[in-house]
């Protein structure tokens, strides 16, 4: 079994539209949760992280902890054709990633 | 420099050599990983050091691969007897502690490809 499993996309939403991206995890104690856009060819860089139940919001970016279902997503509201990218969500415990889930945002 | 930089950024090299690939960390981060990654895929952990040692090194895939930081700073991953599914970009980060609370800082990656 995969410690982190996210939808591999790719994902396709039109300009101005909210970006819906999904990421379970089996390590049930895993304490902190991140979001990385990685653009092609370029390495990850941090967007958010989230370490309680509940949701965070920064700017147009939303992070969604639900520890009991072991699943933590992240909303991209108005999105942006410059949103288009691979989000890659990363758990603790020495930061294994999932694979990622290509997003592409349509002007 | 204030960011996190591998060298080479480019290494062809034949099947069956031996590849070093080096990582220098932001000053001061005690938290240092290493990554595979393959086109389409997400970053692969392969290791993990805190200060000098190896924290986790149980994504080593197998014998072929060894990584050192005996400084607790710069970092050497090491691949012997390269072989063609090799290939790929191994990418560095480090962070200020490691653990549960640390944003990774990544380098821009070596390209590694085995002929």
């Known amino acids: 079994q995969k410690e982190v499993e996210q939808n591999s996309g790719p994902l396709s939403v039109p300009e101005g539209a909210i970006a819906s991206l999904n990421c379970t995890y089996s390590d049930r104690g895993s304490q902190s949760f991140f979001w990385y856009r990685q653009y ?29 279902s072991q699943y933590v997503s992240l909303l991209i509201r108005d999105s942006q054709p410059s949103d288009s990218a691979t989000y890659l969500c990363a758990v603790n415990s020495y930061m294994r990633f999932g694979a990622g889930t290509r997003l592409t945002v349509k002007p | 420099g204030a960011g996190v930089s591998q060298t080479p950024s480019n290494k062809v090299t034949e099947k069956g050599k031996y590849v070093e690939l080096r990582c220098d960390p932001i000053s001061g981060h005690t938290a240092l990983y290493w990554y595979r990654q393959s086109l389409g895929q997400g970053p692969e952990f392969l290791i993990y050091f805190q200060g000098t040692g190896a924290a986790d090194d149980s994504g080593l895939p197998n014998d072929r691969f060894f990584a050192v930081r005996p400084e607790g700073s710069v970092s050497t991953l090491k691949i012997q007897r390269t072989e063609r599914g090799d290939s790929a970009v191994y990418l560095c980060a480090s962070s200020p502690t490691g653990g549960d609370s640390g944003e990774l800082f990544f380098g821009e990656g070596s390209r590694l490809t085995v002929l």
């Open chain 1, 40 to 68: 092609s060819g370029k390495s990850p860089e941090l967007i958010m992280f989230i370490y309680s139940n509940g949701d965070k919001e920064d700017g147009r970016f939303t992070a969604q902890l639900n520890k009991a």
